[in-house]
């Protein structure tokens, strides 16, 4: 009998994907609908490079 060892999918980087903001989103309400919670936010922020929690309609976001 062979067993093979394959890693877990959980220890996989996940690529971000994208998210196009609408009118009305915030940082927190973004990371609310897609996690959940608010846990996200500050990822959101690091990985678009946001400093002031301005998004603009139309943007394209990347989220974890």
Do not use: W
């Not at 959980?10 to 959940?36: N, W």
């Amino acid at each position: 009998l062979e067993q093979t060892t394959e890693a877990p999918e959980s220890t996989a980087v996940s690529e971000p994907t994208k998210y196009t903001v609408q009118a009305g989103d915030t940082l927190i309400s973004i990371s609310k609908a897609r996690y959940g919670d608010i846990s996200k936010v500050q990822e959101i922020r690091e990985l678009n490079n946001i400093e002031d929690d301005k998004i603009v309609v139309g943007k394209t976001l990347l989220l974890p």
